[in-house]
């Protein structure tokens, strides 16, 4: 059992930065990859960002290549999402997930199996 809690997200203005955090619980968070992902009003929970399991690979959604930036603290069980350049077209719920064992990493909502419950990013023009 995995327990993630998100934290960090607020109200910016468009071109400003915020840091999200995922502090995770249960399982040894260094032995599995994850993954942030979010969901705008009306739209299906799309890909932002994944991280292997060491830290060492990373994979982007090309809307937030160059803009965003995933990594992880192993020591301190947490994973982070720095976002910057936000556009209101960032504007989502932002969840962090913990993938299924032996997944390297992945941009399929089908290889996590432990959510978060959100932390709301919103840009505004």
């Known amino acids: 059992q995995v327990q993630l809690v998100e934290s960090g997200g607020g109200l910016v203005q468009a071109g400003d930065s915020l840091r999200l955090s995922c502090a995770a619980s249960?399982?040894?968070?260094?032995?599995?990859?994850m993954g942030w992902f979010r969901q705008a009003p009306g739209k299906e929970r799309e890909f932002v960002a994944t991280?292997?399991?060491?830290?060492?690979?990373?994979y982007y959604a090309d809307s937030v290549k160059g803009r965003f930036t995933i990594s992880r603290d192993n020591a301190k069980n947490t994973v982070y999402l720095q976002m910057n350049s936000l556009k209101p077209e960032d504007t989502a719920v932002y969840y962090c997930?913990?993938?299924?064992?032996?997944?390297?990493?992945?941009?399929?909502?089908?290889?996590?199996?432990?959510w978060g419950e959100g932390t709301q990013v919103t840009v505004s023009s």
């Open positions: 997930a913990a993938a299924k064992p032996d997944t390297y990493w992945s941009g399929s909502y089908y290889d996590y199996d432990y």
């Open positions: 249960g399982r040894t968070f260094s032995s599995y990859a």
């Open positions: 991280i292997s399991w060491s830290g060492g690979s990373t």
